[in-house]
């Protein structure tokens, strides 16, 4: 009797093995010079569906490597200031006569801000854009060995990279869920 619980307990244990499976490649796996660069990384590897990377230099590479490090704390930043402003306002005016307070969240704050806002915003953006920053400090540049440095750089794109896919679920929470939603549902502490 022991002998046939045993082969039992054997043969139910064997159904759990993991089963050996073949290497399977996909189509959109395309053989490019910079697939040892800094933020290809498991699961997808060197991502480049429309071959955007096929026929360009390192320097081409590079920036925009630098835009995708960019826009990813321009993202970090705005997911930032939508959480924000759902908690917290500024005291005082935006503009003559409109205060902060009657500012709405999100996307419906786009009509309310009046043209010289866009102005300076534009302005702003313009100058750091053409200048590169308002300085190069160096206060605040790391001196941190080689490996360390790498898996912090590699940390910040792909804090950068969820970012920018939580900003636009952001975006489609406001035009999709309507004006007046909140987004912070089921934390009444907040509110």
């Known amino acids: 009797m022991k002998t046939v ?10 159904a759990f093995a993991p089963a050996k499976q073949a290497q399977t490649s996909t189509s959109l796996a395309i053989s490019s010079p910079y697939e040892e660069e800094l933020g290809v990384i ?5 991502f480049d569906p429309l071959g955007l990377s096929a026929k360009i230099d390192q320097a081409k590479f590079d920036n925009y490597r630098l835009a995708e490090l960019k826009h ?3 993202a970090q930043l705005a997911i930032l200031g939508y959480l924000v402003q759902e908690i917290a306002r500024f005291p005082g005016e935006l503009a003559f006569g409109l205060k902060f307070a009657d500012v709405p969240n999100g ?8 043209a010289a806002g866009w102005g300076q915003i534009f302005l702003a953006v313009g100058l750091v854009e ?9 206060q605040g540049k790391l001196n941190l060995p080689d490996d360390v440095l790498q898996k912090r750089m590699l940390s910040e794109l792909q804090h950068g990279r969820i970012a920018m896919l939580g900003f636009a679920e952001l975006i489609r929470h406001d ?4 004006p007046g939603e ?10």
Do not use: M
């Open 5 to 14: 619980i045993l082969a039992t307990l054997a043969a139910s244990a064997a």
């Open 130 to 138: 053409t200048k590169g920053t308002f300085g190069d400090f160096e």
């Open 107 to 114: 996307v419906d704050a786009l009509s309310v801000v009046p």
């Open 72 to 74: 990813g704390r321009v």
């Open 175 to 178: 035009i999709y869920d309507g």
């Open 42 to 46: 498991a699961p997808t590897g060197f």
């Open 182 to 191: 909140k987004l912070l549902q089921g934390l009444p502490f907040l509110y």
